[in-house]
């Protein structure tokens, strides 16, 4: 077993040469390593051996980019001109714990979809109807989130069509928005359990 940082984490320095050392084995590792580690669920950091500034999410990033690279095509193009275009948004605060909880439901989700995809592959007209299924079901999280996280269209109108009142205290918007949160989370889960 190898030994941690006081934090519980396996510390991993990148010298400016961009080598990796993991603390932890004494050792040089490459992106593959740490991509290994993720799939174990190990904790780890990555720092600059210089200045000591965390460097962990750029390389998970580079990770990602790589795996794409290399044909894994796990994020479609419109899913990634999306995301860019949260960035400097108003809405890109939502974003990150939009995402965190869809991956926490996908992970809860994931040993009952294994179960059922080896089922399903002796047929594989049943295959495509239940990745069509968890699609289907997914898109469905997806808009629903996103009417919460965008109440009013460009044109400052409700989702209905109607014009947004303009002489409402903004102290109701944000209950109003809490409440849609709140329930959007309730339909969320249950979405996720069902």
Do not use: C, W
Request: glycine share 6%; aromatic share 6%; charged share 30%.
């Amino acid at each position: 077993m190898s030994a941690h940082s006081k934090s519980g984490k396996i510390t991993i320095k990148k010298y400016a040469n961009r080598r990796l050392y993991d603390t932890s084995a004494s050792r040089y590792v490459t992106l593959d390593h740490l991509r290994d580690l993720v799939k174990e669920n190990a904790e780890f950091e990555v720092v600059d051996a210089k200045t000591g500034e965390d460097l962990t999410r750029g390389v998970l990033a580079q990770i990602i980019f790589e795996e794409e690279a290399k044909g894994a095509n796990l994020l479609p193009v419109e899913f990634l001109r999306q995301l860019i275009g949260f960035y400097g948004d108003s809405m890109q605060a939502f974003v990150p714990g939009y995402l965190k909880m869809s991956m926490e439901g996908l992970m809860r989700q994931q040993d009952e979809l294994r179960e059922k995809m080896t089922g399903a592959m002796s047929s594989p007209a049943s295959s495509m109807a239940l990745l069509e299924e968890q699609t289907r079901r997914n898109m469905a999280m997806f808009e629903q989130a996103m009417k919460v996280f965008s109440p009013f269209n460009a044109a400052g109108q409700q989702d209905s069509g109607t014009p947004a009142p303009a002489a409402r205290d903004k102290s109701d918007d944000v209950k109003a928005l809490r409440d849609e949160l709140e329930a959007m989370r309730a339909k969320l889960d249950k979405l996720a359990g069902g």
